[in-house]
């Protein structure tokens, strides 16, 4: 792997693991096994690493999720797929967990991806959600984009959940009542 891509995952997994301030030049340099030299060769600073580390992890994001969403299936199986596809709930969202770094909410550079992510994120959702109301699997009524913000909301809130408890039962918990919520817009 070239150095410039070992030290973006690993900032990706620093970032994920500890946040933007726990995330030291030194330790990425030492967990990617490159100098400093070889760093700042390929980044201007750690805020530049950064950025690229959270564009990557933004991109990776919206592939799985475009995954579901784009697959198979009406779309309420499109939206259960999102929802009920395999994570690691006490791990959390690489995206959301920085949402809620304050280093990274004050730099708009760093937010930038994070923000554009949630955006398309929910964008695509609602895409989905008119979809199903538009070829009559889905009751009209409900606004296409408040139930994608409601989506989106009870995964992040279910990662929260779920740290808190040391327990990825309320992450699942979390996604199968929002499923069961959406199943009620469901035409018969």
Not at 3 to 8: H, K, M, N, P, S
Not at 29 to 34: I, N, Y
């Amino acid at each position: 792997m070239a150095t410039q891509d070992r030290l973006i995952e690993t900032t990706q997994e620093l970032l994920w693991e500890r946040g933007y301030v726990g995330t030291s030049p030194k330790a990425i340099q030492q967990r990617a096994g490159v100098g400093q030299g070889s760093m700042y060769h390929h980044f201007e600073g750690k805020s530049d690493l950064a950025a690229a580390a959270l564009r990557r992890s933004a991109e990776q994001m919206r592939a799985v999720a475009e995954a579901d969403l784009a697959g198979p299936g009406t779309a309420y199986e499109r939206v259960a797929a999102y929802l009920g596809r395999e994570r690691d709930a006490l791990r959390g969202c690489r995206i959301g967990r920085m949402a809620q770094d304050p280093d990274v909410v004050a730099d708009p550079r760093l937010r930038a991806p994070v923000e554009e992510t949630f955006d398309w994120l929910r964008g695509r959702l609602a895409a989905v959600i008119a979809e199903g109301q538009a070829n009559g699997e889905l009751r009209s009524g409900a606004e296409p984009a408040d139930l994608a913000a409601a989506v989106v909301a009870v995964v992040q809130g279910g990662y929260v959940l779920a740290r808190a408890a040391d327990s990825a039962e309320p992450f699942e918990r979390a996604a199968r009542g929002a499923l069961a919520l959406f199943a009620a817009h469901r035409r018969d």
